[in-house]
């Protein structure tokens, strides 16, 4: 379970003080599909960041299967980041010039897994995706919505608690939006937790459950029929 318990996140920009998350209580239950919406300068990429265990509140509490990541130190922080989530960017992220399945295989790198089981799970992970035998593409050999799924197959090859999606179809047409969330959707389907940053309703449509911020705060938060299964 994932629990923001009245969380505020300040920026001092200069004399300012921003106030970009302002007492947010919002709890994720495993196996949701959750979309965060809302206008630029909301609160979204500050959202992210704390629930991607990127950054950490200004007061508040923000527990993560039970860990209070409040007063952590950064090493226990990335840790944690590491094993438990999964990160899809609107860009990829993608090292170029490098295999898709050594792209998928990076995480397990810093987990210290082993070479034969790194080589298995990242191809079991690309199986998963709709990329059987595409391993061995590089990076620019692939289309957007096909790199998307190189960087949703490393998002999932350390079987992380949450798949945390910032804007994953930013840069895709319409076909591959449509396939990228559709692969997402499948994921969920499976049991797996993924929140996503959006602000286009055609994504957040494919969510369970919508959550609008503004200024900061909570503004709406609907379970949804799903409207595009
Ligand atoms: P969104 O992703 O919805 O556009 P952000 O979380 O980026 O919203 O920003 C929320 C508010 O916090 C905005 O007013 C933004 O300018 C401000 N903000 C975000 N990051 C910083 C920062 N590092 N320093 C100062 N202000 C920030
Ligand atoms: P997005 O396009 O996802 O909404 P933003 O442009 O809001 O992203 O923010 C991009 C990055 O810049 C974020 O890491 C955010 O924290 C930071 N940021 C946003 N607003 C400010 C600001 N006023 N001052 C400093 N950093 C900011």
């Known amino acids: 379970m994932i629990e923001l318990d009245a969380v505020t996140k300040v920026y001092q920009a200069g004399k300012v003080a921003v106030r970009a998350l302002d007492t947010v209580d919002l709890t994720i239950d495993e196996g949701d599909l959750v979309a965060i919406m809302g206008p630029s300068g909301s609160g979204k990429s500050t959202m992210m960041n704390i629930l991607g265990c990127l950054d950490v509140p200004t007061t508040g509490h923000y527990r993560l299967g039970g860990t209070d990541v ?12 590491n094993r438990r989530i999964g990160f899809v960017f609107q860009s990829f992220n993608l090292i170029p010039r490098t295999s898709a399945a050594r792209n998928v295989e990076l995480p397990l790198v810093y987990a210290g897994v082993g070479r034969r089981e790194r080589r298995d799970r990242a191809r079991e992970a690309l199986a998963r995706v709709g990329l059987d035998g595409r391993g061995t593409s590089m990076p620019n050999e692939l289309s957007g ?41 499948e994921l969920n389907d499976a049991g797996r ?17 919508v959550v609008r911020l503004r200024d900061g705060r909570v503004v709406s938060d609907a379970r949804q029929e799903a409207l595009r299964r």
């Open 193 to 209: 937790t993924v929140v996503l940053i959006t602000h286009e309703d055609e994504v957040a449509e494919f969510a369970r459950r």
């Open 70 to 81: 409040v007063g952590m130190r950064e090493n226990a922080l990335a840790d944690l980041r």
């Open 145 to 185: 919505g096909q790199q998307q799924r190189v960087a949703i197959a490393r998002a999932l090859v350390t079987r992380p608690a949450m798949i945390l999606a910032d804007e994953p179809t930013g840069n895709l047409d319409t076909t591959s939006t449509r396939e990228v969330m559709e692969l997402l959707v």
